[in-house]
T-cell receptor, first 112, second 111 residues
Framework: DADVTQTPRNRITKTGKRIMLECSQT?????MYWYRQDPGLGLRLIYY???????NKGEISDGYSVSRQAQAKFSLSLESAIPNQTALYFC???????????FGDGTRLSIL | GESVGLHLPTLSVQEGDNSIINCAYS??????FIWYKQESGKGPQFIID?????DKRQGQRVTVLLNKTVKHLSLQIAATQPGDSAVYFC??????????FGKGITLSVRP
């Protein structure tokens, strides 16, 4: 079983819909992250959380929100999806500072 | 602003040769660096990391070199195999700050 699991793996939806992407991990890590990947732009950080009570904005948080329901679960929501949010979304986890982040296999989101 | 970049967008190597993937970083305060490999349809996979108090670190068939003087990071893959074909990312980090990723370079291995 994967250590970092993202659901769904693929999603097609329409402009204006509310979307939730989910991430769960079995690594026991406190830190969790949501990234967006676009061609030619690399990975950009949307939100991150260092523990259950901690939520921090990344560099591109506008239009997104997150919820850290438990140590193992971190969900990303798009309240009202727009076409330019079409991208690959990755969840990652890490243990301490200056430790590698471990990624899920991503959610491919298309907004029509 | 600070940036992490890669010199070449694509690299083609012959199977069995050594590969060298280069990365320039601009934040002299960065103290932690990572290389990731990303295969099609998958998330980035950790390859190797290095802290700024080191110049070199070796893994299985991979070596990372850090030159802080010129702010340069490289990943060397020995005896490149078809399974090494992927996109490779470098990333840098300042302590207690976020990881900043480069845009990625595609490694293509010719049989």
């Amino acid at each position: 079983d994967a250590d970092v699991t993202q659901t769904p793996r693929n999603r097609i939806t329409k402009t204006g819909k509310r979307i939730m992407l989910e991430c769960s991990q079995t690594k026991g890590h406190d830190r969790m992250y949501w990234y967006r990947q676009d061609p030619g732009l690399g990975l950009r950080l949307i939100y991150y959380s260092f523990d259950v009570k901690d939520i921090n904005k990344g560099e591109i948080s506008d239009g997104y929100s997150v919820s850290r329901q438990a140590q193992a679960k971190f969900s990303l929501s798009l309240e009202s999806a727009i076409p330019n949010q079409t991208a690959l979304y990755f969840c990652a986890t890490s243990d301490l500072d200056n430790q590698p982040q471990h990624f899920g296999d991503g959610t491919r989101l298309s907004i029509l | 602003g600070e940036s992490v970049g890669l010199h070449l967008p694509t690299l083609s190597v012959q199977e069995g040769d050594n590969s060298i993937i280069n990365c320039a970083y601009s934040n002299s305060a960065s103290d932690y660096f990572i290389w990731y490999k990303q295969e099609s349809g998958k998330g980035p996979q950790f390859i190797i990391d290095i802290r700024s108090n080191m110049d070199k670190r070796q893994g299985q068939r991979v070596t990372v070199l850090l030159n802080k003087t010129v702010k340069h990071l490289s990943l060397q893959i020995a005896a490149t195999q078809p399974g090494d074909s992927a996109v490779y990312f470098c990333a840098e980090k300042v302590a207690n700050s976020k990881l900043t990723f480069g845009k990625g370079i595609t490694l293509s291995v010719r049989p």
